[in-house]
């Protein structure tokens, strides 16, 4: 209970910070912008490469990790079923939000709530590795075609995911994980400087984003929103135990990881992805928001059951 209820007061703290910067307008006008640039083009390529390169590669093809990738995959469909059949929602808002219901708070989140939940935090290296080298490459590629100026060509929709700096730092990664090659020290510890800024960073900025914010799920973006957090924190970890309990046998905190993975809140990069393309914002916001507060009950009551 401990680690759960630290994990979640430390997101919450930072978040707070930012919230108090932003309403006495201490970093100026538009800080919340500049503080998403700063971690979408230097400080989250750099903790991508470090979390892939550090990580164990074969975890991908555990069975608690095909749980989780089928998991991620029905969510993020469903959600773009319901949104684009039911909620009228086209392009990037679509993507974003099947993204918002689909993509979890792993690193800064995950990892302590799962050494609390199971023991240790294996059950995070297969979500990260699927969300960095499959769904943020589909999505950017997705959501660069939906927000381009003009007419997107093939070859251009193929090499997007190339030129994109969250991308490459995940491909670098990967390389270094699978040829096991490290960095010389003095490249390294500028590189561990840089990816240290991302968490703290994307949550000062996300905590600007909340002066003068409407609450949660007001206006057009409550149907969405509310989609995503129920897809997210309660139908997540269902289907998730559905798979692993009765699919591919599994018990224990061997079950545990992946239904508690299921169940984490909508990750805090979202908000970063949707200030960058400059869509969905709202709904990006209020879905990490509210399905952080909702996942706490959620997480604690399965950590019991489970664990």
């Not at 998403?36 to 470090?50: E, G």
């Not at 469903?78 to 690193?107: E, F, H, I, P, Q």
């Not at 508690?260 to 709202?282: C, D, E, K, S, W």
């Amino acid at each position: 209970m401990g680690g759960v209820l630290t994990g979640f007061a430390s997101l919450a703290a930072v978040v707070l910070l930012g919230y108090v910067l932003g309403r006495y307008k201490v970093l100026g006008e538009g800080a919340d912008v500049a503080l998403s640039k700063l971690t979408f083009y230097a400080a989250t390529p750099a903790l991508m490469y470090l979390t892939l390169a550090r990580a164990d590669v074969l975890t991908v093809f555990s069975a608690g990790a095909l749980v989780t990738v089928i998991t991620a995959t029905v969510l993020a469909l469903v959600y773009a079923a319901l949104a684009a059949l039911v909620l009228r929602r086209r392009g990037a808002d679509l993507t974003l939000g099947a993204l918002s219901a689909s993509y979890v708070n792993a690193g800064n989140l995950g990892i302590p709530i799962l050494i609390f939940a199971v023991g240790d935090a294996a059950a995070i290296a297969p979500v990260l590795l699927f969300q960095l080298l499959v769904m943020v490459p589909v999505g950017f590629t997705l959501l660069d075609a939906q927000t381009g100026r003009g007419g997107v060509s093939l070859a251009q929709t193929v090499t997007m995911p190339l030129r994109n700096p969250l991308v490459i730092g995940v491909g670098l990664g990967l390389v270094t994980a699978l040829t096991g090659l490290r960095l010389p020290e003095p490249v390294l510890l500028p590189v561990e400087m840089v990816a240290d800024m991302a968490v703290p960073v994307m949550l000062v900025a996300f905590g600007i984003s909340l002066r003068g914010a409407p609450v949660p799920g007001r206006g057009e973006v409550r149907a969405p929103m509310w989609s995503a957090v129920a897809l997210k924190t309660l139908a997540g970890p269902a289907i998730a135990y559905v798979l692993g309990a009765h699919v591919f046998g599994l018990s224990g905190p061997a079950l545990a990881g992946p239904v508690i993975v299921a169940a984490l809140p909508t990750a805090q990069n979202i908000f970063v992805y949707a200030m960058r393309y400059g869509r969905a914002v709202p709904l990006a916001r209020d879905a990490i928001l509210v399905s952080t507060l909702v996942c706490i009950p959620v997480i604690v009551a399965l950590s019991a059951v489970l664990g």
